[in-house]
C-alpha cells in the first residue's frame, strides 16, 4: 500500500498567516493527489484534486503543488474560517490511502 | 445536487453485525464507482472499501477485508456495507463517498453514520 506521510501534524498560526503542509508519499503518485478540509463532526470537504486544481467554490487563498513523492497545500493567508484539520489522499491506487493530519489552530 | 446520506450506524457488541446504507440522489449513481471510508473518534480518515460502478470490481483494506461487505443496488440507488465480526476497533463514523473517474477524486460524501462496538 502508498503511505502517505504529512507534516506538520500541528501547527499554530495567525490570522494573516501564510501557511504550508507537506504530503510526502512512499512511491510515486504522479499528481493523483487531493486535499481536504474537515472541522468537528463534519465530513471532509474537497479543496484540490489532481494535486494542483481547485475544487469548484474553494478560495483561491488554498492552492496545491507537487506530482511524484511531494505535495504541498498553501494557504496564502490564513482566515479565521480555515482553522481545521487538513488531509491529504492518494487515487494513484484504488486502495485509496490518508495522510494523518495536520491540525491548523489560532496561535 | 448531489446528495449522499448514510444510515445504519449505532451501539453494538463486540462480535455482532450491522448493515450499512448510503442512499444517492442528484447523479445517475450507476455510472459511478463509491467508496467507504471510516473515522474512529479523535483520529483520522481510513479508507475501507471500494466497488466499481457495475459491483463487479471490489476492494477492501486489509483491516475489515474477510469480515465486511461492500454491496450496491443501482435500482435503488444506494451502496450498502454489510459488517460482521465486529470489534471494539471499527468503532468510528463510516462515510460513503463517490468517486469522480473524470477528476480522479472522491468528491462527494455523505455526512457519516456512527457505529460504536462496545459492550
Known amino acids: 500500500d502508498i503511505q502517505l506521510t504529512q507534516s506538520p501534524s500541528f501547527l499554530s498560526a495567525s490570522v494573516g498567516d501564510r501557511v504550508t503542509i507537506t504530503c510526502r508519499a512512499s512511491?510515486?503518485?504522479?499528481?493523483?493527489l487531493a486535499w481536504y478540509q474537515q472541522k468537528p463532526g463534519k465530513a471532509p470537504k474537497l479543496l484540490i484534486y489532481?494535486?494542483?486544481t481547485l475544487q469548484s467554490g474553494v478560495p483561491s487563498r488554498f492552492s496545491g503543488s507537487g506530482s511524484g513523492t511531494e505535495f504541498t497545500l498553501t494557504i496564502s493567508s490564513l482566515q479565521p474560517e480555515d482553522f481545521a484539520t487538513y488531509y491529504c489522499?492518494?487515487?494513484?491506487?484504488?486502495?485509496?490511502?490518508f495522510g494523518g493530519g495536520t491540525k491548523v489552530e489560532i496561535k | 445536487e448531489v446528495q449522499l446520506v448514510e444510515s445504519g450506524g449505532g451501539l453494538v457488541q463486540p462480535g455482532g453485525s450491522l448493515r450499512l446504507s448510503c442512499a444517492a440522489s442528484?447523479?445517475?449513481?450507476?455510472?459511478?464507482?463509491m467508496n467507504w471510508v471510516r473515522q474512529a473518534p479523535g483520529k483520522g480518515l481510513e479508507w475501507v472499501s471500494y466497488?466499481?460502478?457495475?459491483?463487479?470490481?471490489?476492494y477492501y483494506a486489509d483491516s475489515v477485508k474477510g469480515r465486511f461487505t461492500i454491496s450496491r443496488d443501482n435500482a435503488k440507488n444506494s451502496l450498502y456495507l454489510q459488517m460482521n465480526s465486529l470489534r471494539a476497533e471499527d468503532t468510528a463514523v463510516y462515510y460513503c463517498?463517490?468517486?469522480?473517474?473524470?477528476?480522479?477524486?472522491?468528491?462527494?460524501w455523505g455526512q457519516g453514520t456512527l457505529v460504536t462496538v462496545s459492550s
Open positions: 463517498a463517490r468517486y469522480s473517474m473524470t477528476t480522479v477524486v472522491t468528491d462527494y
Open positions: 442528484g447523479f445517475t449513481f450507476s455510472s459511478y464507482e
Open positions: 466497488i466499481s460502478s457495475s459491483g463487479s470490481t471490489i
Open positions: 512511491q510515486g503518485i504522479s499528481s493523483y
Open positions: 489532481a494535486a494542483s
Open positions: 489522499q492518494q487515487l494513484n491506487s484504488y486502495l485509496l490511502t
